[in-house]
């Protein structure tokens, strides 16, 4: 869902480059320099408005996070908090997330976060999708050898369809949930601004963590 445009987003950004990259393709193999210490880096692919990854980071302050988002409105609310906040082990990426590999090193990552991506639910647009193959390739590039890929989302065909693909491109599963808020995952889970609408509609949220064999 895009958000409404925000004037002052733009501003906000050139204002803040300690904090946002817009130019994410000088940094790969870089990014430890932007944090505070040398820590595992995990990304959120999607983050919208920020409310997972900045809680993430205030509950784990000994990893090192990054928001990618591709809406320059959505990532300016999250600039908005970590202007307030001044985490330190927080960084924003203005970028496409079907470009990772020209924003991250091989084995530079430890861990993805994909929460609640787009279905696109039309069979011609599937190599849209997040877990589709080619993106699962990208995630394998950039991942360390022992790191995870973690999705959730409200959209059982999405979830289905993930289910089958990680499974085709030889993944391991960890962990799957096919209610996470009324499972043992719920007491660590964090939840995002649309999963917590969604959940209080009474919809099933679906979960599940993968990684590379």
Known sequence: MRLRNKPWAADLI????????VNPE???GNWQ?????????YIEVGSGKGQFI???????????????????????????KQVELKLPNLQLLLGNGAALTSFFA?????????????????????????TYKAFLM????????????????????????????????GMTFDA????LHHSELAKDNIQTEYEEKF?????????????YK
Do not use: C
């Open 138 to 169: 990208e995630y394998q590039q950039i991942m360390q050898p022992t790191g995870y890929l973690r999705f959730k989302t409200d959209n059982q065909g999405l979830f289905e369809y993930s289910l089958m693909s990680l499974n085709a491109f």
């Open 33 to 41: 320099m932007r944090f505070a210490k040398t820590q595992p880096i």
């Open 199 to 211: 959940s209080q509609r009474g919809q099933v949220i679906y979960r599940l963590e993968a990684h």
């Open 14 to 21: 050139a204002a803040n480059p300690s904090m946002i990259l």
């Open 54 to 80: 900045t809680q993430m980071a205030q509950k784990y302050p000994t990893r090192n996070f990054i928001a990618v988002e591709i809406q320059e409105s959505a990532i300016a609310v999250i600039l908005q």
């Open 26 to 28: 000088d940094s790969a």
């Open 106 to 130: 091989e084995n530079e990552v430890a861990g993805i976060y994909l929460n609640f991506s787009d279905p696109w639910p039309k069979t011609r647009h599937e190599k849209r999708r997040l």
């Open 176 to 179: 799957i949930s096919l209610d």
